[in-house]
């Protein structure tokens, strides 16, 4: 039953929080991408900048009001790369630190032809997908190694699966 409910929060997570609002869902979203992209060149990938890509996540920002939302004036024109665009071109970018994460998400994520929305939800439900399994080896292991009673084991992953943190960083890119 707990992983029941574990579930549904997750996935009310993933697809009722607003597109772009976890901070450097930008940044994380587009060094996926272009990690997955980059992959088929060569077994150690690294991405590397993609103006048509910052293009493309800047137009589905503004058409999901990421600027309205933090009450910044929406840019006109609309910028064509991150360098140009206020709040994303202080945010430190994520290129060149592809750790296994981005192969995780970038692969799927870069297979995908449906467009950057649904991209950012894959990797948000990948995102999630990896919380959940963490949480049960979290439960298998304190069950195996320190022989807890189930009551404590599931006591100490309650204190973990209903912070709210825990739900933004793991449904979150």
Request: hydrophobic share 45%; with cysteine; net charge negative.
């Amino acid at each position: 039953m707990l992983l029941a409910v574990t579930f549904s929060k997750g996935m009310i997570n993933v697809f009722t929080n607003p597109p772009w609002q976890a901070a450097d869902e930008v940044q994380f979203l587009e060094a996926a991408i272009s990690t997955g992209h980059a992959l088929p060149t060569t077994i150690f990938p690294k991405a590397e900048s993609n103006p048509e890509l910052e293009e493309e996540i800047l137009q589905c920002m503004s058409n999901h009001r990421f600027f309205q939302r933090l009450r910044i004036p929406q840019p006109d024109p609309l910028p064509e790369t991150f360098r140009e665009t206020l709040f994303i071109r202080d945010a430190p970018s994520k290129l060149g630190r592809e750790p296994l994460f981005y192969l995780i998400t970038g692969i799927p994520a870069a297979l995908l032809t449906s467009g950057i929305l649904e991209a950012l939800y894959l990797c948000r439900f990948i995102c999630f997908t990896m919380a959940i399994l963490g949480c049960i080896l979290f439960f298998l292991t304190l069950r195996s190694n320190l022989q807890l009673d189930d009551r404590s084991v599931i006591v100490s992953l309650c204190v973990i699966i209903f912070q709210p943190a825990f739900w933004h960083l793991c449904c979150s890119m």
